[in-house]
């Protein structure tokens, strides 16, 4: 399969790059191997995206999908194996092999883990990294937010209204999130906040999560545990130009492979926000159409 350009990743990057590539009349393809939206699908609500006073991440994931297909830009829902750069790239995923001139990459991030002992069993059965997606688990239960900023306190805050209890677990003394977040956390009298102190073991109970022990020593009871403690690139392939795995690119978005391109929540960058990521999107476009156009 040859396509001029390959995008991979469906976050709020990849599909407003995608957008522009078609409107420009170059068709891209876009390999997806989860839902599109991304990290969207993790936000409850969403408030600093212009255009809306209000939206739900999935909400907001839903409409530019919709966009994106009306403009009849090819999927493929698979996941890429491998990555070669020879004369043009060489994408290897689990079905197919695609050769294209210009890759983007919109891989994003994946929630940071804390690797402690028990970890990886409880994923799905008492951990989770996404409260929108399994709240409703742990209605009218007990359940513990680690984290401190943004992420954390959204999740606390979605929780706060469906559990019985809330505590979240910060290693610092404050919090990092924004006030409006801190000042909306404050109207739930069912969260508690323990500050300066981590979580150091799972303890489970007939064969499931029961409780949390902290670095002081103390339990705390725990149906469910939320991790909200930021996030990490995923696995840059082409071994391009990084710094702590986030990939180095310029002001038109190059990595330091001649046509390959990174964007959204992959890159090393100051700000990490759905507005960002949208605009790269954009940068990384025009200067594809630019050098197809010989502009």
């Known amino acids: 399969m040859q396509k001029e350009v390959v995008i991979i990743g469906s976050g709020i990057a990849g599909m407003s790059c995608a957008i522009y590539l078609i409107r420009a009349g170059i068709k891209p393809l876009i390999i997806e191997k989860d839902v599109p939206g991304g990290q969207l699908h993790k936000a409850n609500s969403i408030e600093n995206y212009p255009g809306f006073d209000k939206i739900s991440g999935p909400d907001l994931a839903f409409n530019i999908y919709n966009q994106v297909k009306k403009l009849d830009v090819e999927y ?175 002001s038109k978005m190059h990595t330091s492979i001649d046509n390959v391109y990174a964007i959204g929540d992959a890159i090393k960058k100051d700000i990490y926000q759905l507005i960002t990521a949208s605009n790269e999107g954009v940068i990384c476009a025009v200067d594809i159409i630019n050098k197809t156009k010989n502009l």
């Open 76 to 250: 493929l829902f698979d996941e890429v194996v491998d990555i070669k750069k020879e004369k043009n790239i060489i994408i290897k995923t689990r079905k197919e092999q695609i050769e294209t001139k210009y890759l983007v990459i919109a891989t994003g991030r994946a929630p940071r883990k804390l690797n402690l002992e028990h970890e990886e069993e409880l994923i799905g059965k008492g951990i989770s990294y996404c409260a929108l997606c399994d709240g409703n688990l742990y209605k009218n239960k007990d359940v513990v937010v680690i984290g401190g900023g943004n992420s954390a306190i959204l999740d606390a805050i979605y929780l706060a209204s469906i559990c019985h209890k809330v505590t979240i677990i910060h290693r610092r003394n404050n919090l990092r999130a924004e006030t409006k977040l801190t000042l909306d956390l404050e109207k739930y009298d069912n969260v508690d906040i323990i500050y300066n102190n981590q979580v150091t073991d799972y303890i489970i109970e007939n064969g499931k999560l029961a409780k949390v022990k902290l670095k002081d020593n103390t339990t705390i009871n725990a149906d469910g545990v939320f991790i909200a403690i930021g996030y990490e690139p995923i696995a840059n392939m082409l071994k391009l130009d990084s710094d702590n795995n986030y990939i180095i690119v310029d």
